[in-house]
């Protein structure tokens, strides 16, 4: 349709029937935000898309449509209409902190810092929020420092993990491992995969602090953890699922996920006498199948120290 004609025609409806276009803004919006709850991402960029041709003046709807855009892997596009947030809508903080995600993920750490900050000065934004994003501030900094302190392989030869595992290694490589001796990460990604990037689908990820420094126990570790799942939900307007699968003394295993982030963990903690270990296997999916979820497990499981 013309675009002319296109407005034209909703100017004649507004003076006609203001009831009609608020009914077809609301009908779009509410089909959108319940495909979004459904993960069904492309559904609900078209049904959010028409909404914002009926009533371009909801600021959710570009927030939505932006975020369903960036979960349908369309960053460029989700960009795009995030910047729009933020340009109609300048007061309002959840723009500027996904836009902040997208260049985070790419390793652009200063246009990342910007919007993270434009975010904190706003006063639409929580106090929970402002402490959280002054933190990530802070990692996001160290994050770079730590990138390009990597050699070419991301390999540090100053420590040496004390773990085996039932991973394939015809399939998985190790693409990362930094640390001493009281502690390390190291993370496994699929051949092929730039895991140092953020270009992943799977990954395998170890982290051990020592008992003589840190003396972790497993319930204390695996509650401050969730605690920070939890904030990072909330500071988001995302929901955490999570769900512990079994128990004990000195070691726990769990599953989780942030809606919204296209990315579920099941993860393993557990403690020696040298210390804690935190395993996790983490997915690009909204959720585990349950022959995907008994791998998972069992790999997690075959993971000894020597």
């Known amino acids: 349709m013309n675009k002319k004609i296109f407005i034209l025609a909703v100017l004649i409806t507004i ?11 609301e009908n779009y919006y509410n089909t959108g935000y319940n ?23 909801f600021y959710d709807t570009y927030w939505l449509l932006g975020i369903s855009y960036g979960l349908s892997n369309n960053l460029k596009k989700s960009e795009e209409i995030l910047i729009k947030a ?14 902040g995600d997208i260049k985070r993920a790419q390793h652009l750490t200063s246009p990342a810092i910007d919007y993270y900050e434009k975010a904190i000065s706003l006063p639409s934004m929580p106090e929970d929020g402002k402490k959280y994003y002054k933190e990530l501030i802070r990692q996001t900094i160290q994050e770079q420092k730590d990138y ?29 491992l930094q640390g001493d001796d009281t502690k390390w990460i190291l993370e496994y990604g699929i051949k092929g995969e730039d895991v140092i990037n953020y270009k992943w689908t799977k990954l395998f990820t170890v982290n051990f602090f020592a008992k003589n420094k840190y003396n972790f126990d497993v319930n204390t570790y695996y509650s401050s953890f969730k605690n920070l799942l939890k904030k990072q939900a909330d500071t988001t307007n995302r929901t955490l699922r999570i769900n512990t699968i079994s128990e004990s003394n000195n070691e726990i295993y769990f599953e989780w996920c942030i809606t919204g982030r296209n990315e579920c963990e099941i993860d393993r903690i557990f ?3 040298k210390g804690l270990y935190f395993v996790h296997f983490a997915q690009k999916t909204e959720k585990f199948s349950e022959s995907e979820r008994t ?12």
């Open 148 to 176: 390009e302190k990597l050699n070419n392989s991301g390999i540090s030869n100053t420590v040496t993990p004390d773990i085996t595992s039932d991973l394939d290694l015809n399939k998985w490589y190790l693409a990362y």
């Open 271 to 273: 403690t020696t006498d």
């Open 295 to 306: 791998k998972i497990i069992n790999i997690l499981k075959s993971v000894k120290t020597n």
């Open 86 to 99: 933020t340009q109609k809508f300048p007061d309002e903080w959840r723009a500027y902190t996904f836009l």
């Open 35 to 57: 495909a979004y709850k459904k993960q069904n991402y492309q559904s609900a960029v078209y049904y959010f898309e028409k909404a914002l041709q009926a009533n371009d003046k």
């Open 15 to 25: 003076f006609l029937s203001s009831k009609v276009f608020a009914g077809d803004f």
